[in-house]
């Protein structure tokens, strides 16, 4: 620094010492320390354990890739059936949702001679049950 006298601006400031500051410690080493040797011994590692561990580490790669795309998979189907069940239709090809169509003459006929079929068997069928259970059913 060109001349050693700080400003005089800065001289009036006081420096104040922190009670909760401390300076960085010098590092220690421990007793039993050891430099290691300038040389290493060489390994016993050869050029066929690298290959077998990089195929080794390729191979469960591929197992977890493959892992987490069957669990996507069985997920997508999850959800997908969760979506049919409150909207049928609704994952068809155009996405849309299903509207209710208007009955039709015919179809109206047809489910009317349903319920008059039904209505008949049901009798006939309690008609049975009390003439198991009391043998006739003749009005006197």
Same mark, same amino acid.
């Given at each position: ?6 400003? @005089?601006?800065?001289?009036?400031? @006081?420096?104040?010492v922190?009670?909760?500051? /401390? @300076?960085?410690?010098?590092v220690?080493?421990?007793f039993?320390?050891? #430099? ?16 077998? !561990? ?11 890739? =493959? ?5 996507k998979e069985?997920?997508?189907? !999850?959800?997908? /059936? ?5 909207a ?5 090809? &155009?996405?849309?949702?299903?509207? #209710? ?8 006929n047809?489910? =009317?001679? /349903?319920?008059?079929?039904? &209505?008949?068997? %049901? ?7 009390? %003439?198991?259970?009391? =043998? ?5």
């Amino acid at each position: 620094m060109e001349g050693e006298k700080a400003h @005089p601006l800065l001289a009036q400031i @006081p420096l104040i010492v922190s009670p909760f500051y /401390n @300076p960085p410690k010098a590092v220690t080493l421990p007793f039993n320390y050891k #430099p290691l040797p300038s040389q290493l011994p060489e390994t016993n590692v050869t050029k066929d354990n690298l290959e077998a !561990w990089i195929a080794e580490c390729q191979h469960v790669k591929k197992e977890i890739k =493959s892992y987490g795309t069957k669990q996507k998979e069985a997920y997508e189907e !999850w959800h997908n /059936n969760v979506v049919r069940r409150l909207a049928p239709g609704y994952l068809g090809g &155009s996405n849309t949702l299903l509207t #209710p169509q208007r009955r039709t003459q015919a179809a109206t006929n047809h489910q =009317s001679i /349903n319920e008059t079929l039904e &209505s008949k068997t %049901d009798t006939i069928k309690d008609e049975n049950d009390i %003439d198991r259970a009391f =043998s006739t059913m003749n009005i006197r």
